[in-house]
C-alpha cells in the first residue's frame, strides 16, 4: 500500500509463562548474539508460546483498522509492538510519521504535579515541543473539561478524569499513527462520544488508527475494516461487519468465550431459523414507547417440531450494556413448533426501559438445547412518552404467543407454564 501508514508483515511475538526461565532463555540470547551464534526464533523452548504468529496487515493514512477478539488474544501485545515497547521475535514492523499512543493513558503521569504540569510532562513524552504545548494548552484543557482541578495533583483526580486528561493531551499531539486500546472503557456515554467524533476528525485529517475495543458498536462505528486476533497464524482481515460476524459466531461455538448461559455475541442456526422480526407499540403500527406496552412478532421456520420451546430477548443499550433480559424467569408461556412458518407473538405489557436506541438480541431454547441464536435480531429506537418516568435498567417481564401463519388471529399459548 503506497500511502500505508503502518505495515505490519509475518509478525510474531512469544512469550513464557515461567519468569525465571524467561530470564535463563534471555540471558541465553543475549550470550549467543555476543559470540555470534545464530538463534532460531521460530522455535518454542520449554514453557514458550506464541501470542501473535505471523500476523499481517497495513493501515493507510485516514484510515482506521479495528482490531477485536477475545481477552489474551493478543491485541494489546500487538499493539505494544506497533508502538515499539516490545520488539517482536519475527517479522516486519514499518511505522511512517508521528505517534500517538492510547495504550495506557497517563501512563507518564506523576501523581505528585499537577495536571496542568502533567500535560506538559505528558506532552512532551509523546513527542512535542514546548511551544507546541502552549499554543494547544487551552484546546487540551477544554477537551478534557477539567479546568476546575486543573491546579490539584492528579493523585487526587477520579479514574475518569484522569483518562479523559491522557487522552486529551494524546489526540492533541496531531499524530500521524494513533495507537487506542480500550482508551474510552472508564468513560461516560458523553465523553465517549465526545472521543469518538475525535477520532473521526483524526481520521479526516490523514491519521492512521489501530483502534482496540469490546464494544461492537465503537468498532462499527469508527472502523473501515477490522482484525480478529483468534489463536491462529495471521489472525481474519476484512470488511468490519463480516469480521465481527465471524467473531460472534466463533464465541457462541466456544462456550469459555461466552458470556452466561447463553452467548451474547453470535448468530445460531439449528433446524430453527428466525426469519423476520418487528417491533411496534401500542398498535401494530406506531413506534416502541417507553413505559408504554410493546409487541414483538417474528416470524419463525422450522423443519421439526419441537414442544415447549422458549423464547429469550435481551436489550443492549447504545453503550453496549445488558439492560433487560426476558427469560424463563420472567416469561410466561410456552411454543410448541411446528413443521414450516409460524408467527410468534411476544407482549411486553410495559416497555419500562429509558429512551434510547437499542439492540435486540435473542432466540429460540429447547430447555437446554439452543434452536436459533441471533445476536442481532432488531435495532430499535423506544420513544419518549411524557408519562414516563425516569427510568434506568429494568426488569421487564412478558407473554409468548403462537399466531396462525397467516398471522392473523392470535392464538393462546399452549400450556401457558410460567
Known sequence: MQDARIEVSALGKKFCRSLGRSMLYGLADMGSELIGLSIDRRRLRGGEYWALDDVGFSVAAGECLGVIGHNGAGKSTLLKLVAGVLAPDQGRIVVRGRVGTLIEIGAGFHPMLSGRENIYVNGAILGMRR???DARFDEIVDFAGIEAFLDAPVKHY??????????????HTRPDVLLVDEALAVGDAAFRSKCLNRIEELKSNGTAILFVSHSEIDVTRVTDRCLLLAGRPSGILGETAEVLQRYRAERLANPTLARGKIADAGD???????SSVEVCGPTTDSPPVSGQRCTILLSVNSEQEFRGAKLELRFWNSDEQLVAVLDETNVTGHID?????????FDIPALDLM????????????????LSWSFELARICIEVSASCPNLGIAFLRGEANVVSESGTGLLPAKGNAQ
Open 131 to 133: 511551544h507546541e504545548i
Open 355 to 370: 429512551p434510547d436506541h437499542y439492540r435486540l438480541a435473542g432466540g429460540l431454547l429447547n430447555g437446554k438445547q439452543i
Open 337 to 345: 413448533l411446528e413443521v414450516g412458518v409460524q408467527r410468534i407473538s
Open 158 to 171: 477520579s479514574s475518569g478524569m484522569y483518562m479523559r486528561l491522557g487522552f486529551s493531551v494524546a489526540v
Open 268 to 274: 445460531y442456526r439449528s433446524a430453527v431459523c428466525i
